[in-house]
């Protein structure tokens, strides 16, 4: 097979097991070279390092380490998802000195910052039609929380 894809966060990750699952699948579909079409994989929000480190160890088992990125949620939007506040780069940080091939996905801004936003970021919002978005007058607002997101990548690097 070949074309390359990445497993949502709404597949619902959360446990080695599930990941040794998606694994085995991705082998069975891999290439002569040792690729596989899978390359991102994002873990559920209720996943703690422990989780990713041993998934990394299938992963590794799997000789996928290189092919296949673990991606983590870092910052989510402030509303419609998870419990704020939800800040995980500490996490990251201690996560990051044993495992390879990880990504820090933001969703949100810097939770300081979303407080005082009239209009703070909504997981809802980024399913919107652009007709509709623009019929609401919102794109300014979606642009805000959009480089707020950015800022916290800034933050995270």
Do not use: C
């Amino acid at each position: 097979i070949d074309n390359e894809f990445k497993i949502s966060v709404y597949a619902g990750h959360d446990n080695p097991y599930g990941v040794m699952w998606t694994l085995i699948m991705a082998k069975l579909l891999s290439r002569d070279d040792g690729s596989t079409p899978l390359i991102g994989l994002n873990f559920s929000n209720s996943v703690n390092n422990e989780t990713i480190e041993i998934s990394a160890e299938i992963r590794q088992a799997f000789d996928f380490e290189d092919i296949v990125r673990f991606e983590h949620h870092i910052l989510e939007t402030q509303k419609s998802i998870v419990r704020q506040p939800y800040d995980r780069r500490s996490e990251l940080m201690e996560l990051a000195s044993k495992v390879r091939n990880v990504s820090a996905k933001h969703e949100g801004g810097d939770i300081d910052v979303e407080a005082q936003r009239d209009h703070p970021s909504d997981i809802l919002e980024y399913f919107m039609k652009k007709e509709e978005v623009l019929e609401k007058g919102m794109m300014s607002l979606l642009l805000r929380n959009y480089l707020d997101k950015h800022d916290a990548v800034n933050n995270t690097a």
